[in-house]
C-alpha cells in the first residue's frame, strides 16, 4: 500500500494541480496590448517590436549592453549614513532601502562603470528606477561625484543615463544638497575640457531635472521618455489649462530646442560612440593646438629678448615689461642712444 501512497496518489494529484508560471514570462506592451515572450523582448533590449515602445531597463543590463562586449568594471558604491533623519512614514526608511537592495541586488539608485566603447575609454552611470524610483539621495549623489571625478582621472568622456523621479524626500536637505555638488563635479568636467553626455529616459523628474540632467554638453533623450520637473498632471491643475498632446514628451522636448536629439534604443550605442570619438579628438586637437602655440610664443618671445634657447623668460610682468623695452645689446644701445652735440 505504501506505492499506491507515495507514489500512485501524487501523480495522480499532479493532474489536477495547476502549473505555477513566472510571472514576468510575457510582458504586455502598453500601448498596442501586444504580449511579447520576455526572453525575446530582452534580446530587443526591452523594446517592442510592433510600436517600438521602449521599457525600463535595468542599470547591469544597460551598462552590458553599452560596452564593448558586455565587460566593464563596477566603480564601489561610496559609504554614506544609512538613515540621517531617523525618517519613518508607513514604514522606516532603513526598512525601505533593505528591501530596494534585496529586490534589485544594488546598494543605491546609481550604478557607475568603467569599460571601452568602441575602443575609447568611457565612464558610465545609470539611474535605476527600480530602486526607489531612481531618487536621488546622498549615495546616488556621491556615486554621481565619484564617477565625473574618475573620468577627470583618466581623461574620459561621462555619459549618465538618468531615470529618476526626483530628490529623495526621505533625506531631506540632505537629499537637496546634492544638487549643487553635483552641479561643482560637473564644472570639475567641464574644466578638465572632458564631454559630458546625459542620456534621458523615462522618466526624468524632479529635482533631477533642475541639475545635473540638464547640464550635459549634449542631451540624446529615448523615444517617448517623460522629461520635465513637475508632472504634466500638476501642472494642469496649477494653471487649470489643457496642455497640448505630447507635452513633456522627449519629441515636443526636441521640436522645442530643450534636448539636442531623439535616439532609438538600438542606435544609441553607435551614436554614444561616435560623438564620444569626435568630441575626444577635438579635445586632443585643441591641446595639442595649445601647446604648440604656446611652445612658438617661447621662442618668439626669446628671439625677440635677444636670450638664448635655453634662457628662460623673465618670470613677472615687471620684467617681461622691461625686458621688451630694453635694447638687446650695447651696441644696439648705443646706436640707438641720441647724439650729443659736440
Same mark, same amino acid.
Given at each position: 500500500m505504501n506505492w499506491i501512497n507515495n507514489v500512485v496518489r501524487p501523480k495522480i494529484s499532479g493532474l489536477w494541480q495547476k502549473r505555477e508560471m513566472p510571472e514576468n514570462l510575457w510582458i504586455k506592451c502598453p500601448e498596442t496590448g501586444q504580449m511579447v515572450f520576455h526572453k525575446d523582448l530582452e534580446a530587443n533590449q526591452f523594446v517592442f517590436p510592433q510600436s517600438g515602445h521602449h521599457m525600463r531597463i535595468g542599470a547591469t543590463p544597460r551598462l552590458k549592453s553599452f560596452f564593448d562586449d558586455g565587460k566593464f568594471e563596477t566603480l564601489p558604491s561610496?559609504?554614506?549614513?544609512?538613515?540621517p533623519l531617523k525618517f519613518r512614514d508607513e514604514k522606516r526608511y532603513a526598512d525601505r532601502i533593505k528591501e530596494a537592495r534585496a529586490k534589485t541586488g544594488m546598494q543605491d539608485a546609481l550604478l557607475t562603470g568603467v569599460g571601452q566603447l568602441?575602443?575609447?575609454t568611457v565612464v558610465a552611470g545609470v539611474q535605476d528606477f527600480s530602486f526607489m524610483g531612481g531618487s536621488l539621495g546622498m549615495a546616488a549623489g556621491e556615486a554621481i561625484i565619484l564617477g565625473m571625478m574618475k573620468a577627470v582621472e583618466l581623461k574620459a568622456?561621462?555619459?549618465l543615463f538618468v531615470s529618476s523621479g526626483g530628490a529623495r524626500m526621505q533625506e531631506g536637505i540632505m537629499s537637496l544638497m546634492q544638487m549643487p555638488r553635483t552641479t561643482v563635479a560637473v564644472q570639475r568636467l567641464r574644466d578638465a575640457r572632458l564631454p559630458?553626455?546625459?542620456?534621458?529616459?523615462?522618466?526624468?523628474?524632479g529635482g533631477v531635472t533642475a541639475s545635473y540632467a540638464m547640464l550635459g554638453d549634449i542631451h540624446i533623450a529615448e523615444p517617448g521618455a517623460l522629461i520635465g520637473f513637475?508632472?504634466?498632471?500638476?501642472?494642469?491643475?496649477?494653471?487649470?489649462?489643457?496642455?497640448?498632446?505630447?507635452?513633456?514628451?522627449?519629441?515636443?522636448l526636441l521640436e522645442h530646442g530643450m534636448i539636442d536629439m531623439v535616439v532609438h534604443?538600438?542606435?544609441?550605442?553607435?551614436?554614444?560612440?561616435?560623438?564620444c570619438a569626435m568630441l575626444s579628438a577635438e579635445r586632443r586637437a585643441e591641446e595639442g593646438k595649445?601647446? &604648440?602655440? !604656446?611652445?612658438? *610664443?617661447?621662442?618668439? /618671445?626669446?628671439?625677440?629678448? &635677444?636670450? !638664448?634657447?635655453? *634662457?628662460?623668460?623673465? /618670470?613677472?610682468?615687471e620684467q617681461i615689461a622691461a625686458a621688451t623695452t630694453a635694447p638687446a645689446s650695447p651696441e644696439l644701445a648705443k646706436a640707438q642712444a641720441p647724439a650729443t652735440p659736440s
Open positions: 561610496p559609504e554614506v549614513p544609512a538613515d568602441d575602443g575609447l568622456p561621462y555619459i559630458y553626455i546625459v542620456v534621458l529616459t523615462n522618466p526624468t523628474t513637475a508632472g504634466p498632471r500638476v501642472i494642469e491643475q496649477t494653471i487649470r489649462e489643457k496642455l497640448p498632446d505630447g507635452f513633456q514628451r522627449s519629441e515636443y534604443r538600438h542606435e544609441l550605442r553607435e551614436t554614444l560612440a561616435r560623438i595649445g601647446r &604648440g602655440e !604656446a611652445s612658438s *610664443a617661447d621662442g618668439n /618671445a626669446r628671439h625677440l629678448n &635677444g636670450a !638664448a634657447p635655453e *634662457a628662460k623668460l623673465p /618670470a613677472t610682468a
